[in-house]
């Protein structure tokens, strides 16, 4: 992975990840312990799903990048879609406490999304490619008088 894209990952998942243990430290004192077990299920779950979705995105962007914005907006219907499911499947389950991991799921995705989106802003990205204007230039032919 490039380091811009490395850097863009670290710059989502470092704020997801802290918004996570805060989720697991509240739903533990809320919950107990199946509390702070579904916060960390939840958290990990967001961090996974977006992770890929970055990568999927970035990926993307390099090979077909006339499809990009489309590929965005499916990527993020599809990631919502998918933990809404997940969600669902797990609403009634005794392993962990269901709230806890719904909360700790939206958190972290509310997070991942803000920071992707401060990432974004902050990155210096060139909207003209500035090697490109010095292969375009013609060469001087003839005489250098």
């Not at 992975?1 to 704020?15: E, G, H, T, V």
């Not at 009634?92 to 974004?120: C, E």
């Amino acid at each position: 992975m490039p380091s811009n894209d490395a850097r863009n990952l670290l710059q989502c998942a470092a704020p997801t990840a802290a918004a996570g243990v805060v989720a697991v430290a509240v739903s533990g004192v809320v919950a107990g312990g199946k509390g702070a077990l579904g916060a960390a299920v939840g958290a990990a779950l967001a961090i996974l799903f977006m992770g890929v979705g970055l990568y999927v995105l970035q990926r993307t962007a390099k090979t077909l990048p006339q499809l990009f914005q489309a590929m965005g907006l499916m990527l993020y219907t599809a990631q919502l879609l998918l933990l809404l499911i997940f969600v669902a499947l797990f609403k009634d389950t005794s392993f962990f406490n269901a709230r806890a991991f719904a909360a700790g799921l939206v958190v972290a995705t509310v997070v991942w999304m803000a920071a992707q989106a401060r990432a974004h802003m902050k990155a210096k990205i060139f909207y003209i490619d500035p090697d490109s204007e010095k292969s375009e230039k013609p060469e001087k032919t003839g005489s250098p008088s």
